[in-house]
């Protein structure tokens, strides 16, 4: 219990804040849980080689059940755009698969850069996309699609996120209505997350440093402790998101999240 507690403490603080962020934003938990993953584990005195894949694993356990409570909210609504939802989706899944295959070969630190990178420009895109950009007037077809969809897969799983960052902004940028895309983008996490997380169960963690009840690359204790606090917190930050302006919190959250990214980057290179 003595071992136990402190990081009980720590993820019902993150768990708690990650539900707020994604009711109040509508970004993924992912996003949070990752960096707050890696800093309560240290912090901890948890140094397990392989850390960064542990945060990484989690984090995208947590998503398989909250992609499928936000795709059946969204479905309810008619909100989910489902031919795109098959159409990329095969992609998707393939690019999670060799993106699982990928961290697993990876040094931590390596993780810990690519992930500090990768959240600045999710970050600045957060702080300074506008609306109006478009790349095309729909989506694309064909080997454009396949790479798109496979890099998108690859990309998340290497951050620990779902479908949202990246998927978001993606289908905006073809001219998806932003409620479809956010609808859209909560089916992208559950395909990313299901066959990766079912590759990090199957992957052995080295028992050196790792935290208590890690079950192959997924913390058990935080995996539960976490999906707990966002049933409860989320529908908080959505009373929140229609009390209040939401822009400047986003902008907020966006310098929070380059915050991160940047601490991230620092640990990884020096």
């Known amino acids: 219990m003595m071992t136990l507690l402190p990081m009980l403490l720590l993820m019902l603080a993150i768990g708690a804040f990650a539900g707020v962020v994604a009711g109040l934003l509508g970004v993924g938990g992912g996003i949070v849980l990752v960096p707050a993953f890696f800093y309560a584990f240290s912090a901890l005195g948890y140094d397990s080689p392989q850390l960064m894949q542990i945060c990484l694993a989690t984090s995208l356990a947590t998503i398989v059940v909250t992609s499928i409570r936000s795709v059946h909210s ?31 070969g990876l040094k931590s630190i390596v993780l810990t850069g690519i992930f500090g990178v990768l959240g600045l420009i999710v970050g600045l895109y ?20 396949a790479v798109t969809s496979g ?14 960052s990246f998927g978001v902004p993606l289908m905006t940028l073809f001219n998806v ?8 983008a909560s089916g992208f996490g559950l395909v990313i997350a299901v066959p990766a997380v079912i590759g990090f169960l199957l ?59 940047l601490n991230m980057l620092r640990k990884a290179l020096f």
Not at 126 to 145: I, N, S, T, Y
Not at 225 to 247: E, F, N, W, Y
């Open 74 to 104: 969204h479905n309810k609504k008619g909100a989910v755009d489902w031919a795109i939802l098959r159409s990329w989706g095969p992609g998707i899944a393939l690019g999670a698969i060799v993106g699982m295959i990928a961290t697993t």
């Open 177 to 184: 209505p932003i409620h479809r895309a956010v609808a859209t």
């Open 203 to 261: 992957t052995g963690t080295a028992p050196e440093g790792r935290p208590p009840f890690t079950v192959g690359q997924v913390n058990v204790v935080a995996f539960v402790i976490i999906i707990s606090m966002t049933l409860l917190t989320t529908p908080l930050g959505v009373r929140l998101a229609h009390a209040m302006d939401p822009k400047p919190l986003k902008r907020a959250f966006a310098f929070f999240i380059m915050v991160a990214a």
């Open 151 to 164: 890099t998108l897969g690859f990309l998340s799983v290497l951050m620990g996120i779902g479908g949202g």
């Open 126 to 145: 957060l702080a300074f996309g506008r609306e109006h950009w478009r790349l095309g007037d729909g989506m694309p077809g064909g080997v454009k699609r």
